[in-house]
């Protein structure tokens, strides 16, 4: 289906800022729609409206099995919780012509790209070891098993990142360091903008004036 509407996904590993970049990016531009996440995991204290938690794993699998979930993985290892997105919210949203922020992970950019093509921009956030390593501690709401755990996966992610560039599934590549940690987001910013946003408004505006 030829879609209207246009994903900006951010992808990258934990440590990398993906959430302070998307605030930022939602102050500027408030009408960016965002995806529901649905998963098992508890809900906690800075979880937003993007968020349908505490789904039992039973409701969760069916969902995922009639295709009202799609994209269902388990991120941190089979013991873990079950994230995914509601298909018709995205399929809504897209039809309407919408603009949509969401992040990715990284093991769901080429399902994302393969079920809604050039629909879909990937953002790819990279950073150097020490910088997430720093960003993981500072956190202070794990243990510091669970912190290298995170830090072994971020680096892994980060590859597969690199990897998701070389084969032209990540539209844009940014690489965060500690220079250039406050000005981060608003390039970000400025990436989406030049991915198309300017080209879902223009045809937003005509259908409006139709």
């Known amino acids: 289906m030829n879609y209207k509407g246009i994903i900006f996904g951010l992808t990258g590993p934990s440590g990398v800022g993906k959430g302070f970049i998307k605030e930022h990016i939602k102050k500027q531009l408030p009408n960016l729609e965002e995806l529901t996440v649905a998963t098992t995991r508890g809900r906690r204290e800075a979880d ?11 409701v969760f699998l069916e969902r995922a099995k009639g295709g009202t979930i799609i994209f269902a993985h388990q991120p941190f290892g089979t013991d873990g919780d079950w994230y995914g997105f509601y298909a ?3 399929k809504k949203l897209l039809i309407e012509g919408r603009e949509i922020l969401t992040e990715i992970h990284v093991d769901n950019v080429r399902l994302f790209k393969s079920e809604f093509g050039q629909s879909v921009k990937i953002i790819g956030l990279m950073a150097e070891e020490s910088y997430l390593e720093t960003n993981l501690n500072n956190r202070m709401t794990e243990s510091g098993e669970e912190r290298r755990n995170r830090l072994a996966m971020a680096l892994n992610e980060i590859e597969t990142i690199k990897q998701l ?15 250039n940690r406050e000005t981060v987001a608003q390039l970000t910013f400025e990436r989406i903008r030049e991915l198309g946003i300017g080209e879902v408004r223009s045809f937003r505006s005509g259908k409006e004036h139709e």
């Open 165 to 179: 560039k070389e084969e032209g599934l990540v539209d844009s590549l940014i690489e965060v360091q500690s220079e």
């Open 48 to 58: 937003g409206k993007d968020r349908d938690t505490d789904i039992s794993i039973g």
């Open 88 to 90: 018709d919210q995205i």
